[in-house]
């Protein structure tokens, strides 16, 4: 029995049917059903069209076992592999399941328009993620392309720029690019206020102060209570947990989440996932988060118990609760092999197991000593912190 005929994705941008090249419209008119969303259905001509169902995620799969041993075409919008169904239709079936007609993406149109270097700007999609991911790219003179969910997302993303002091920054918003109702208009950040078409993207010359991603933020970067990883530790915390594109972190007590939120600023792929015992400490973990636009998930219940079904990580840092029973034996076990774990202790209960932890697992046991400078008197003079014990330790 022959093979199956592949998927073909047809990516299909704003100017619709005259915009696609001889061989996209030969797939189209050859399918047997042609599926995409309403507004990508309506460009083409009629036929057996399936507009897609919500959530699509969940559906696809039946979705496609339904029309098997027909010739499908999937519509995309604009490139298929761009942040579209190209790259899901792939994952699920393979890429020699998948045949792939691509169109300019929305950040090719826009640097077009823009007479901005594709390859030095930087892509920020909104589509299915909360405004606050912008957070970690806002840096003095970056070029942003924020891709928007909807109508609401420019106004949004402006009242963000302004909050953060980025209300100055060149803001320019592209509607319905290379269709004919195409509509480009600029102001600063401050200034916007408009409504504008459903389908736009968002261009931001960044002017703000600087919120670096590297590890060590200032602390009062953090609403805390007192229970947070003092800048310096922390730096030095994050540089043994050696945060990767694309992984996963537990922080483990998270206190005010800085560990796992300078990890997740690290790069957009990151993730952690923060174990918070007390409520209060983790909704105030949830808004630190928020406000410095990290991924985190905030898991809350007592660990070790709670650190029971999630996904395995490739770091462990246990801020908190490393005397409970069972605790490190916990972590240890759900760590990936050639993860990294670290262990902070100021109290001799803390200290002392980590000093039986690394006599049995090894690692590299550092002792990190702060002064600060402070008035004495009429005066300055240096007064310590409380010294942190770190033991860090490759599994």
């Known amino acids: 029995m022959p093979d199956p005929d592949p998927i073909t994705v047809v990516g299909i941008g704003a100017d619709g049917w005259q915009g696609l090249s001889p061989a996209a419209r030969a797939a189209v008119e050859s399918a047997d059903v042609v599926m995409g969303s309403a507004r990508q259905l309506a460009l083409v001509p009629d036929g057996l069209h399936v507009a897609w169902p919500s959530p699509l995620s969940e559906a696809l799969p039946g979705l496609l076992s339904q029309y098997a041993g027909q010739r499908i075409c999937v519509l995309a919008s604009g490139d298929p592999t761009f942040h579209g169904i190209g790259t899901t239709l792939v994952r699920l079936l393979g890429a020699d399941a998948v045949e792939i007609i691509p169109h300019p993406s929305s950040v090719s149109l826009a640097c077009a328009r823009l007479g901005w270097p594709q390859d030095q700007v930087q892509v920020v999609s909104l589509v299915n993620q909360p405004v606050e991911r912008v957070h970690p790219h806002l840096q ?56 504008v078409d459903a389908l736009n993207v968002i261009a931001v010359g960044c002017e703000g102060p600087v919120l670096s991603t590297a590890p060590g933020l200032p602390d009062d970067a953090y609403e805390n209570d007192g229970q947070l990883t003092k800048r310096e530790v922390r730096a030095v915390t994050l540089s043994r947990l050696a945060p990767a594109p694309g992984q996963l972190l537990w922080d483990v007590g998270g206190g005010a989440g800085s560990i796992a939120i300078e990890w997740s600023r690290h790069h957009p792929s990151c993730r952690a996932i923060a174990i918070e015992r007390d409520s209060d400490r983790a909704k105030r973990l949830e808004r630190n988060a928020a ?69 049995s697992h090894g690692g590299d046991l550092v002792r990190l000593s702060v002064q600060r400078a402070s008035a004495v008197g009429t005066m300055t003079g240096w007064r310590p912190a409380m010294p942190v014990t770190i033991w860090s330790v490759v599994k």
Do not use: H
């Not at 109508?151 to 953060?164: F, K, N």
């Not at 490190?328 to 209960?349: Q, S």
């Open 291 to 359: 406000a410095l636009g990290a991924s985190v998930t905030v898991v809350e219940g007592a660990a070790p118990a709670a650190l029971d079904g999630l996904e395995a990580p490739d770091a462990i840092f246990i801020g908190g609760g490393a005397t409970a029973v069972g605790m490190f034996d916990a972590c240890w076990n759900a760590l990936k092999p050639g993860g990294r774990l670290v262990t902070n202790g100021v109290t001799l209960e803390t200290e002392s197991l980590i000093a039986d932890w690394y006599k």
């Open 140 to 195: 003095p003179g970056r070029q942003l392309l924020i891709l928007s969910r909807g109508a609401q997302t420019p106004v949004e993303v402006a009242q963000l720029l302004v909050a953060r002091g980025y209300g100055s920054s060149e803001f320019t918003v592209l509607e319905q690019l290379g269709g004919p109702t195409e509509r480009v208009r600029r102001s600063r950040a401050s200034e916007w206020s408009e409504d």
